[in-house]
């Protein structure tokens, strides 16, 4: 989703619907070569769309909603398949899960510049699969709920000390959700019980 309406892959197309109602309609983007798959993530400000394309992540530029420039296709390597997108609250960064289709292999939080420049990464979990990266509205940290060996884990990634945490806590056995503001997660336990837990930074 955008802040201007629900974007979406059809037949290889990239298209928009508006919050506002009417028909969805086509951004010609000329996708036909790329494999694209996933959902398409548009940046706060509307300036660029990210999405997976085949074992790549790509960056649409964009103007008024339309393709403003070419399509550029970043990878770290054979290995790399994005797998979920998230943009940092000013759109200047990407939080990019990637995660092998063989699922014995280390799943990676990589952080990109909206320019495409891959700034670091990092191992998050030794296997399976995540779910979309979380950011803190600082910008600092991002959260990702991961399930290695089917387990549960809450993985925060300081982006400026770039160490790995692991939230969990014994008996958890949480999903969680981070605030808008940042500063609480709701966790459930998938069974009707919810609570709620504060995110303390420690210098």
Not at 9 to 36: E, H, I, K
Not at 76 to 96: F, K, T, Y
Not at 126 to 140: L, N
Request: glycine share 10%.
């Amino acid at each position: 989703m955008g802040t201007d309406g629900v974007w979406f892959f059809a037949d290889g197309n990239l298209w928009r619907s508006a919050y506002a109602g009417g028909q969805p309609t086509l951004v010609p983007a000329n996708l036909a070569a790329n494999s694209v798959r996933g959902e398409p993530r548009p940046a706060p400000g509307g300036q660029q769309v990210a999405f997976a394309c085949g074992a790549s992540l790509c960056l649409l530029p964009l103007r008024a909603g339309q393709p403003d420039g070419a399509l550029t296709a970043i990878s770290q390597g054979a290995g790399l398949e994005p797998s979920e997108i998230a943009w940092a609250a000013d759109g200047s960064r990407l939080a990019v899960v990637d995660r092998s289709s063989n699922p014995s292999l280390a799943v990676n939080l990589a952080i990109v510049s909206r320019e495409g420049t891959v700034i670091f990464t990092a191992e998050i979990a030794p296997s399976d699969v995540a779910e979309s990266p979380q950011w803190t509205s600082d910008g600092k940290t991002v959260l990702v709920q991961t399930y290695p060996y089917h387990g549960r884990r809450i993985i925060a990634v300081d982006l400026l000390s770039r160490r790995v945490l692991d939230l969990s806590q014994a008996h958890w056995d949480a999903y969680f959700a981070l605030s808008p503001d940042g500063t609480q997660l709701l966790l459930n336990n998938g069974r009707g019980d919810f609570w709620t837990a504060a995110l303390i930074r420690r210098s």
